[in-house]
């Protein structure tokens, strides 16, 4: 095993991240650590006191997971080593309306009823932020921000966090409700800001901008003085002066000019100016009060700057892709630097720094920016006639668009930003500037060291780490495998960057479906364009990060669990709680399901991290199952009898695996009410085992609020067999829940496993006669995908220790369906004119396929890797 349990994401980045405080997660094998436990961590010469949020448990109340914090108290190290110790507690300091970190950053935090998310910030005893508030734009109205709640929500002695939630409000009319959550950490100068809001507008009052603003005191700074920097790409930076004395015919020194170019304190002397006197010459050089930075493609942004409001903009330069930082401030007070993480990737993105001819000069940072056009959220098409479920069902066989009038709506969705915020005595020079640059870029961090996290059971039984973490030689089929995998995130990564799969709302997602007429994907064709998670591609970005360790992996997992856990699902509304089936817009189709909104597919990121907003989303899926009571999923497609009063129509592969995932994470946290969850976990298992064809009765009435099961009646068929049921993360959650309650409810798991889970498991793929020995009837021919369902054959090979069935998942797995053994991997390379741009098309590739083979194949080496010769 390698040297220590923790380990730099990007090693190269280390050095530097310290500084600015790391928050990571750390799983801990059953039994090792009990509640109150202190930690330390040791960078192989010495030991460090170490803070901890427990976030995590096993059933028998022993830490599974932790969250940790760590800044410059610390020494740098490539790996460390986080382990439970015996010493004592630090407590953290108790703060009024004013926190004060140990480096002297002072943050006054705001009244209740505010329009201000923090009323000052301040460093070394200047102040260099007079306050903060959102502003926005609906329906040409300009809203301003209420806050209804201000709390210090963690405290230890390493970071404080502060959670300020509220509203915009325009006169009596309140929308866009936010979380903003200001981290600090004891040992840095740099803040992190987590801002989320929930879109609860309809398209006929459009958002029309959204900015966070800081105001930045500049009273006591002659004009020549102040200065403004701008992040233009790749860590370059944009020096301006507000007053600038460079360039002159006449009037300041070289030296003047040297030291205001280069960010120092000028002193001007009138006897040194050439042909005039200085008060006369100042007068005679613009000041320049505004400098706006947009960002309104992924591929361009282009840079301005005005004297006065009324005044022409005068164009400055332009650029590719911007660095989203900016710093405000003066040589003699210091300033602010503020970051937007994924600034160019969200656009369309503006900075704008504004007023900085007055007392207070302000930096705002558009998230939406007022320069694009008004965010459209209408249907992106008129309903096409398809106004009864039979006409819907036609379309349906057509483009693959589940539509119905009064669904296409993002009233209800939801999205996250990060930004960053660094405060400096003096103004910086451009190679710091530069690096926090790279920080709001590429923040570092810390992730466990993969072969001890996979040695203490966490995520059982969906995966492992590959060969070159383990250190053995495979044989050529895994090695196959490995290729194949690489080959396909490879694909995908650059798909993203070629296609541009960018923008406020997009970015994180791919695409469904390749056209290869057109040799474009099917964005344009309904069911086909947007994936939103469709057989578990979040999924096979996460396992593939945990089998590989790969820093690009987990960018691409990461902003895909970003924007399919805020985007594609409700978070107030009518369909609170469900998510949206793939479409051509994310929130375009009526197949509201559980399956979109699954916790399975953000679980191990929160888990990874500690990330308390993915905290928030998983806890507010807690009591999704009552969404289920509001909107039938069957209802196109299931015969039904009336449903008995306080139970839904449910299916078991799409909706009971993800509130199996939802109620195991509730247990697992023991956030509130998780007794329950647990008690409809077990009712869960028990009522699917008990039912007569257990999971090939497919549709069933749940009670959500029990979590009690039953068979539906006539004229439901009593059973129904389908490929999806299996490939939206059933068997992986649900491996891993049978090991959760392998103790404390060994009955519960070991019936599940003889009534419902082995039996389906052989007969899926095991062919007709086992199919009529197990169930009684043969499973029709559209119960297709084997190569997915060979991860069943695997778990009953492991369950019954059989090389036969081991072998046979193997062959199912390269030998049916999917990407096969024969399978021609070939990519091509485009260029125009045949192509719209130059980069690469894989004609045969399907993102349900390539989903399906990530996460089996590595399901299928965590279980069955000794048959793979």
């Known amino acids: 095993m390698s040297t220590g349990n923790l380990q730099w994401l990007k090693p190269e980045k280390g050095k530097g991240a310290l500084s600015h405080g790391v928050s990571f997660g750390m799983p801990w094998a059953k039994g090792l650590y009990q509640p109150g436990q202190t930690f330390v961590i040791e960078d192989g010469s010495q030991s460090y006191p170490l803070d901890c949020r427990e976030i995590a448990f096993w059933p028998d109340g022993s830490l599974k997971w932790t969250a940790h914090s760590v800044g410059g108290n610390i020494g740098y190290s490539d790996t460390y080593t986080v382990k439970g110790a015996d010493r004592a507690k630090e407590n953290p300091l108790i703060f009024g309306d004013k926190i004060t970190t140990k480096l002297g950053l002072e943050l006054k935090l705001s009244p209740v009823g505010s329009s201000s998310l923090f009323d000052s910030l301040s460093w070394g005893g200047q102040c260099v932020c007079s306050g903060a508030t959102i502003i926005t734009s609906i329906n040409k109205e300009n809203y301003t921000t209420i806050v209804r709640e201000v709390r210090v929500e963690n405290e230890t002695f390493s970071r404080i966090l502060v959670k300020v939630s509220g509203v915009t409000v325009c006169g009596d009319i309140e929308h866009l409700p936010f979380d903003v959550r200001v981290y600090l950490y004891h040992d840095s100068s740099t803040i992190t800001i987590g801002h989320s809001f929930v879109h609860d507008l309809d398209p006929e009052e459009p958002l029309m901008s959204l900015g966070l603003q800081f105001h930045v005191p500049l009273a006591e700074a002659e004009l020549y003085n102040r200065h403004v920097r701008l992040g233009t790409s790749d860590g370059g930076i944009l ?476 004229p439901t068929p009593e059973y129904s067999i389908s490929h999806l049921s299996m490939l939206f993360g059933f068997p992986e959650i649900f491996t891993e829940v049978l090991d959760y309650i392998s103790n404390d409810h060994a009955a519960t798991g070991s019936n599940f496993k003889t009534k419902a889970l082995l039996p389906y498991s052989r007969a899926y793929n095991g062919g007709p006669e086992v199919q009529q020995q197990e169930f009684g009837f043969i499973f029709p021919d559209h119960a297709t995908w084997r190569q997915s369902h060979s991860t069943l054959t695997a778990i009953a090979a492991v369950e019954e220790e059989s090389d036969k069935l081991g072998r046979d998942a193997w062959n199912q797995f390269f030998e049916t369906d999917g990407y096969d053994l024969m399978h021609d991997w070939c990519i091509t390379k485009t260029s125009p004119p045949e192509y719209f741009a130059t980069g690469e098309e894989a004609p045969w590739v399907s993102t349900n396929k390539t989903a399906r083979y990530g996460v089996s194949a590595i399901f299928n080496l965590a279980n069955i890797r000794k048959y793979l010769k």
């Open 239 to 714: 020096r301006e002066e507000v007053q600038g004395l460079s360039g002159l015919r006449f009037g300041p020194t070289v030296q003047n000019k040297i030291d205001q170019t280069a960010g120092k304190t000028v002193e001007l002397l009138d006897q040194e100016w050439e042909k005039t006197d200085l008060t006369r010459g100042l007068a005679c050089i613009p000041s320049w009060d505004s400098y706006s930075l947009a960002q309104l493609s992924s591929d361009g942004f282009t840079l301005k700057k005005r004297t006065k409001q009324g005044c022409s903009w005068v164009k400055i330069t332009g650029g590719g892709r911007a660095d989203g930082t900016a710093y405000v401030g003066s040589s003699r007070h210091g300033g602010l630097a503020v970051g937007m993480a994924d600034f160019w990737e969200r656009y369309p993105t503006q900075l704008d720094l504004s007023d900085l001819t007055k007392d207070d000069g302000t930096i705002t940072v558009w998230l939406y920016s007022p320069l694009a056009e008004p965010l459209d959220t209408a249907p992106y098409h008129d309903g096409l006639g398809l106004d009864s479920y039979e006409k819907q069902l036609e379309g349906l066989d057509v483009t693959y668009e589940d539509y119905e009038p009064g669904f296409a709506t993002a009233n209800g969705i939801g999205r996250s930003n990060q930004l960053f915020l660094k405060p400096y005595s003096a103004t910086p020079s451009n190679q710091e500037l530069s690096s926090f640059s790279s920080l709001v870029r590429d923040a570092p961090r810390l992730i466990p060291n993969l072969e001890y996290m996979h040695s203490t059971g966490v995520f059982h039984g969906c995966w492992t780490p590959d060969h070159r973490i383990l250190g053995y030689s495979p044989p050529k089929e895994e090695l196959d495998i490995e290729r194949n995998l690489d080959t396909l995130f490879e694909f995908y990564r650059k798909q993203v960057e070629q296609h541009r799969w960018y923008g406020f709302w997009d970015y994180g997602d791919v695409q469904h479906t390749y056209d290869s007429y057109r040799h474009a994907w099917r964005y344009d064709v309904g069911g086909f364009a947007w994936d939103n998670s469709e057989l578990s591609t979040d999924l096979w970005l996460w396992l593939y990060f945990l089998h590989t360790g790969r820093a690009d992996v987990f960018k691409m997992a990461q902003a895909m669990t970003h924007h399919t856990s805020e985007v594609d699902v409700y978070h107030t509304g009518k369909f609170k709680g469900f998510g949206t089936r793939h479409g051509a817009q994310h929130w375009s189709d009526s197949s509201k399901q559980l399956r979109i909104s699954s916790v399975l597919f953000k679980r191990i990121y929160f888990f990874l991290t500690g990330d308390e907003r993915t905290g928030d989303l998983i806890e507010e899926l807690q009591s999704c199952q009552h969404a289920i009571l509001t909107l039938d999923s069957h209802r196109k497609v299931q015969l039904k009898a009336d449903t008995p009063e306080g139970y839904a129509m449910a299916n078991i592969g799409l909706d009971c695996g993800p509130l199996a995932a939802t109620w195991l994470t509730a247990w697992e946290r023991r956030t509130e009410g998780w007794s329950h969850s647990k008690k409809l976990l077990i009712n869960l298992i028990d009522g699917i085992a008990g039912l007569s064809h257990g999971i090939g009765n497919n549709a069933i009435l749940l009670n959500p609020e029990t979590g009690d099961i039953r068979e539906c009646p006539p």
